[in-house]
């Protein structure tokens, strides 16, 4: 969703602002701005579309100052076009801002200022900030502190004043703001991506908090006006993992990752010898545990299709009952949580607006609340009192990879933490933890398979308007998920569903050429899905299986076969969506459609 970025140090501010935005382009935009302050005036540059035309005015227009403030825009009240780009200035032009978010009482503060005779030039929220602390006197913090009680809804917001070319203020209520600290100079942004090539000393800024940055230092208030401390973190984030290092894509890359991540994501929470897991100090301690009688896990998107799976491996490992929610149904629906539930709001960024939400809700029942998060300090890792980290590194595709994996992994990590919290564990746990340590070479020997395999497939696929995904069981979440890659980022119409409910409507789609992708590896019910596959294939569909080489009763029967080494059952999700993961992927290319950043969609959804 929307990035901020905001510069005072003593290069020109132009250049840092247009490399911030470019680092958070992953997150999804629709336009893009910068405005600096230069002798004593604010300039602003704006662009409808991609950066690279912000990039071009900035070329055309040189802007000195060493004062600064960026966005890249994800439209929420009006069109994606140039004047409702940030950043927006009041109408004396004494202020900026940029904001992500959304001001829940909009038509009503619009209304006022018109009314008041306030001309507008936008159809944006963001405006609205920028006319009401123009309106106000004082110094820049002074006339934040007065306006922020006028503020309802979310809002990460970072203001400059041609009256002080030397201050940004920062405040947030929602999404998230870091503050970087670099030599002889501070950024603000709304991810830490766009800032650890310049510094990894950061302050994540908190709801209510507004921060003061002058070439003085960084003075943190709350909304009254009163001193808070805030502590000072390094990031342990190397700044080259967010660059494509020769891949043609950050998907790409993000999916040739995924052994190194799962790798680390496993040794990260084993115990010294190797053989079983250890969860103590992340909050997950016996004696919280104790009270614990059931599970709930909420999450949103891909992180949702790992909670489906968790519930398999969580239900069967420890024996306890578990709910999966969209965290945007959760929080709306009256869930039964108290005090003897573990809740686990489950994501990526740490920072989607619905599994914060969803988070809160139960934290204010009592819940133990658990996160497994691939950003350490984001929002949901602070909210969570069990935290458990992917080490997934920064993900900048919007197609979530190696986060879905990770989390994967996590998710049997923490099954096998409360099983043995239970004292539940036998022989059983230490042949997963044997199998999860081997998992890696497995997933890199299917990254190795020639993208030639891929070419039927890709094939079958674009020769249709539509597809089914297939699967069983912890197979059937892998379906769903390799459905929604293919949807986001090949704008393909595509659905999972379970291998059983085809008889109950979907074979109706099926005819000559329907493309059928059945998640087919060794389970149980495997049986029961090749009867499902029949059932298609006897109607014309054209069929395409994940399923190990070996299993000639699949071959026999599919058009096109991606094969993945055999591992154990519990283990066949995490390899199994690799080949969709490609698949998707090579579709996307072919179609000539820009992978990393699929049309409309953000990587980090702040807003409800
Ligand atoms: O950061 P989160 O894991 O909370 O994000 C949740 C979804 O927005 C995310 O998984 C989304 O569905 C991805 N685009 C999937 O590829």
Redesign the pocket.
């Known amino acids: 969703m929307c990035g901020i970025i905001g510069y005072l140090g003593t290069h020109g501010a132009v250049p840092v602002l247009l490399d911030g935005l470019r680092r958070l382009e992953y997150r999804g935009y629709d336009s893009a701005g910068l405005a600096v302050v230069d002798e004593d005036d604010i300039r602003v540059l704006r662009a409808a579309g991609k950066l690279s035309n912000l990039e071009e005015k900035a070329w055309q227009t040189p802007l000195s100052g060493t004062l600064g403030i960026g966005h890249t825009r994800w439209a929420t009240h009006g069109a994606p076009t140039e004047e409702n780009a940030h950043p927006q200035t009041d109408a004396s032009g004494t202020v900026a801002v940029v904001h992500n978010g959304i001001l829940e009482n909009y038509s009503r503060l619009r209304h006022k200022l018109l009314e008041g005779g306030t001309p507008l030039g936008s159809d944006t929220d963001t405006e609205l900030i920028a006319q009401l602390l123009g309106r106000e006197t004082g110094s820049l913090g002074e006339r934040v502190l007065r306006v922020l009680p006028r503020l309802d809804g979310q809002y990460a917001v970072v203001a400059l004043s041609r009256e002080e070319p030397d201050t940004l203020v920062a405040f947030r209520n929602g999404p998230p703001l870091v503050i970087g600290l670099g030599e002889d100079e501070t950024l603000v942004a709304s991810d830490v991506t766009a800032l650890v090539a310049r510094t990894r000393r950061v302050v994540f800024l908190q709801n209510g908090d507004v921060a003061v940055i002058s070439r003085d230092g960084l003075r943190i208030v709350d909304p009254h006006g009163r001193p808070v401390e805030r502590e000072v973190e390094t990031l342990d984030w190397d700044p080259g993992r967010a660059e494509k290092g020769g891949y043609r894509h950050f998907m790409l890359k993000e999916i040739h990752e995924q052994p190194d991540a799962i790798r680390n994501t496993v040794l990260s929470y084993l115990n010294a010898d190797r053989s079983g897991v250890a969860l103590d100090g992340l909050g997950f301690e016996p004696e919280r545990l104790a009270g614990v009688r059931r599970i709930h896990l909420v999450?949103?998107?891909?992180?949702w299709h790992a909670a489906l799976v968790g519930k398999f491996y969580l239900e069967e490992l420890t024996r306890l009952p578990v709910e999966v929610d969209y965290a945007s149904e959760y929080r709306y629906r009256a869930p039964l949580v108290g005090e003897d539930t573990l809740v686990i709001g489950?994501?990526?960024?740490?920072?989607?607006a619905d599994?914060l939400a969803a988070m809160e809700e139960a934290g204010e029942a009592g819940a133990l609340l658990g996160t497994i998060c691939n950003v350490r300090g984001s929002s949901a890792w602070r909210t969570a009192t069990a935290r458990l980290l992917t080490q997934a590194g920064p993900e900048i595709g919007?197609?979530?990879t190696k986060?879905f994996t990770t989390q994967l992994v996590a998710l049997l990590l923490v099954a096998l933490g409360l099983r043995a919290n239970r004292g539940l564990s036998d022989h059983r746990d230490t042949e997963i933890v044997a199998a999860l340590q081997r998992l890696p070479l497995a997933m890199e020997a299917v990254l190795e398979i020639d993208s030639g395999r891929y070419r039927t497939g890709v094939e079958l696929i674009t020769a249709a308007d539509d597809s089914l995904f297939l699967g069983r069981g912890t197979l059937y979440p892998i379906a769903l998920e390799g459905a929604?890659?293919l949807k986001?980022i090949s704008y393909l119409h595509a659905e999972g569903y379970p291998a059983g409910e085809m008889k109950h409507g979907p074979i109706a789609l099926i005819q000559e050429g329907f493309p059928v992708i059945a998640v087919a590896t060794a389970i149980p019910t495997r049986d029961k899905l090749l009867g499902n596959l029949m059932e298609v294939r006897s109607r014309g569909a054209a069929l395409i299986a994940v399923a190990e080489e070996e299993a000639a009763e699949v071959s026999r029967l599919v058009d096109l076969v991606l094969p993945v080494p055999p591992v154990s059952p519990m283990l066949q999700p995490i390899l199994a969506v690799v080949p969709l993961q490609l698949l998707a992927y090579h579709v996307a290319v072919e179609l000539g459609l820009d992978v990393d950043q699929p049309r409309n969609?953000a990587k980090?959804?702040t807003v409800e």
């Open positions: 999450a949103c998107g891909t992180s489950i994501t990526q960024s740490g920072e989607t599994t919007v197609a979530s986060a929604l890659k986001e969609l980090s959804v």
